[in-house]
């Protein structure tokens, strides 16, 4: 069964550090790993990596891909309390009928304090 | 540019109740994958939609559970017989085609309360 597992699944930091959110899959037909950040509402995307060891970036946030360890991070550098979220991993996946779903990890719940 | 719709925001509804949950796509969006999060869970995979086509239904329960995507107006999700396990935010996501490069948007998610 695929399976997408992130680390830590609740993290709490002060306002200015460093964080670095984990993501490790077993998926068969892996197509793409996605990012995205869940407030109160809609997760809303961040990236999408489909190929090792380029690193994607926007602002603060970065993220790179490891097809071979199937890992993923996601970095934020400088966190502000806007930063404070649910972040969420998803692999796509194609499946034999031809759907191109996303399996998603726990979340790792990110509070900011400032 | 709209993004993707749902509604209601919120439905409240009795155990044995039926629940209809609207999705509408981003305009020239033509796929819509609808997921459920039940607290502190994930967001699971129920169904895959293009127009007028159910493509993969894997991740949806066998009973009472439904989906439909016409050739005019939303796709909608239909839940008979509600259950209290069925509480739960149901989020829809489209993409403007099936392609392993293009991410799919998600709506603000229906949370459906069974009392």
């Known amino acids: 069964e695929d399976k997408v597992v992130q680390s830590p699944l609740s993290l709490v930091v002060h306002e200015g550090d460093t964080v670095t959110l984990n993501c490790s899959y077993e998926v068969t037909n892996f197509r793409s790993l996605l990012w995205y950040k869940q407030e109160k509402k809609a997760p809303t995307f961040l990236f999408m990596l489909?190929?090792?060891?380029i690193e994607k970036k926007s602002g603060r946030l970065s993220s790179i891909l490891d097809k071979k360890e199937l890992f993923s991070i996601l970095n934020i550098t400088a966190t502000q309390t806007g930063d404070s979220a649910v972040y969420l991993c998803a692999v796509k996946s194609a499946s034999i009928q031809g759907a191109q779903k996303l399996v998603f990890g726990q979340g790792t719940r990110l509070t900011i304090n400032p | 540019n709209a993004g993707v719709m749902q509604n209601p925001r919120h439905l409240v509804r009795r155990r044995g109740q039926e629940a209809r949950l609207r999705c509408s796509p981003m305009k020239g969006h033509s796929h819509v994958y609808w997921y459920r999060q039940l607290p502190e869970e994930g967001l699971k995979f129920m169904v895959y939609?293009?127009?007028?086509?159910?493509?993969?239904e894997s991740g949806m329960p066998k009973e009472r559970f439904s989906a439909e995507f016409p050739k005019e107006g939303p796709s909608i999700l239909r839940i008979q017989q509600v259950v209290r396990g069925d509480s739960a935010a149901y989020f829809c996501?489209?993409?403007?085609?099936?392609?392993?490069?293009?991410?799919?948007?998600f709506g603000p998610g229906t949370r459906l309360t069974v009392t």
């Open positions: 489909t190929s090792s060891g």
């Open positions: 996501a489209s993409s403007p085609n099936s392609g392993p490069t293009h991410e799919q948007y």
């Open positions: 939609l293009q127009k007028e086509n159910i493509i993969d």
